[in-house]
Structure formats: structure tokens, C-alpha cells
């Protein structure tokens, strides 16, 4: 069974993204040369990607290449319409959870779950997601979009690991925690 794991930066007051969606403070936060903060071998272990699509969107918005064209992507949305093709992307639109689980039953590596908040919420609650992965940006942004909105049900996690990188980032790790 393919492990769902999110992997995502927040800042130290834990929003993902200014209210209006906005990653301004995270693309210009200044990466030493060299430094990817374990994101190759985190995307090295998965072949399929879970997003919302607004986080879809804030994609196609860079105006860049498809960045996952190795990957199988799956945009979960309540749109039916209008809904650009694009390359190994497929839109989820209805029974998400049901698609989820069938996704999980496939062979291959891990899913990353990309965000945002409210899928990422959808999938806690289902008891989908196996890591945790977050990348605490050390900015405080006072409003934005919440790493865990719609009040997450309770669950425990335990600590897998944890780098302190000399930019400040504080990678932590989590598992789920054995029941």
C-alpha cells in the first residue's frame, strides 16, 4: 500500500500561503547554494502527487514548465468544467476519499500530498496520511492560510526526525503514531 505523506513549508506562525494565496515570502526567502532541505530524496520516493487546485493553480500562475511531468498528479476540485489537460494530470471530482484509497492500493512509491490546507485536512480526517513533513520557514506572517484549517481531528504523530539547516529552516518529521 502506497504511503501518503505531506511535505510542505509553513511559516513559524503555521500558514502556508498569504490569505490571498500568495507564496511571495516563500520563493523569496534566499536558499544557500546547494541546500534543497531534503526535498530530492523525499521526491524520489514518490511517483504520485495529491493537490487541491487552487495549490494547481498557484502552479500553472509561475507561468513554468509542468514541474512534475514524472509524476502522476491527481487535482482533487469541485469544478467539472473547464478543467485544462495537462500532461499525467488527472482531476479528482467526485468520492475524493473513495479515489484516494484506490490510488493508495496501486503499485509503485509513496503519494505526496502537496496541499493545500483544506485537502490536506480532508485527508487527516480520513486517517489517509501516513509522514508528516514540515519545513518551518522562519518568518512570522500574522494572517494567511492555515497549515491545518477546518479543525483537523485529533491524532497523534511521533517525532521520525529533525534538521536544523544554518538558513534557519527547521525540517521536522513525523510519523503516524502506532494506535
Do not use: C
Request: no cysteine; net charge negative; charged share 25%.
Amino acid at each position: 500500500m502506497k504511503k501518503i505523506k505531506l511535505y510542505i513549508a509553513a511559516s513559524l506562525d503555521g500558514y502556508i500561503a498569504r490569505p490571498d494565496g500568495d507564496l511571495d515570502w516563500l520563493l523569496q526567502y534566499p536558499a544557500p547554494a546547494g541546500a534543497e532541505y531534503g526535498y530530492q530524496e523525499f521526491i524520489d520516493s514518490v511517483d504520485t502527487i495529491i493537490m487541491g487546485n487552487s495549490t494547481y493553480q498557484a502552479i500553472i500562475e509561475m507561468g513554468v514548465d509542468w514541474p512534475y511531468k514524472d509524476k502522476s498528479t491527481y487535482v482533487l476540485t469541485r469544478y467539472k468544467n473547464n478543467l485544462p489537460p495537462k500532461e499525467n494530470v488527472t482531476y479528482i471530482t467526485d468520492d475524493v476519499v473513495t479515489a484516494i484509497r484506490q490510488l493508495q492500493q496501486q503499485e509503485g512509491k509513496g503519494m505526496w500530498l502537496m496541499g493545500g490546507g483544506q485537502v490536506v485536512t480532508l485527508l487527516l480526517n480520513h486517517d489517509l496520511v501516513d509522514e508528516i513533513q514540515i519545513a518551518y520557514i522562519p518568518v512570522i506572517l500574522g494572517d494567511g492560510i492555515p497549515l491545518f484549517p477546518n479543525k483537523p481531528k485529533e491524532s497523534k504523530w511521533e517525532l521520525a526526525g529533525n534538521t536544523a539547516y544554518d538558513s534557519g529552516i527547521l525540517k521536522v518529521d513525523y510519523k503516524k503514531a502506532n494506535r
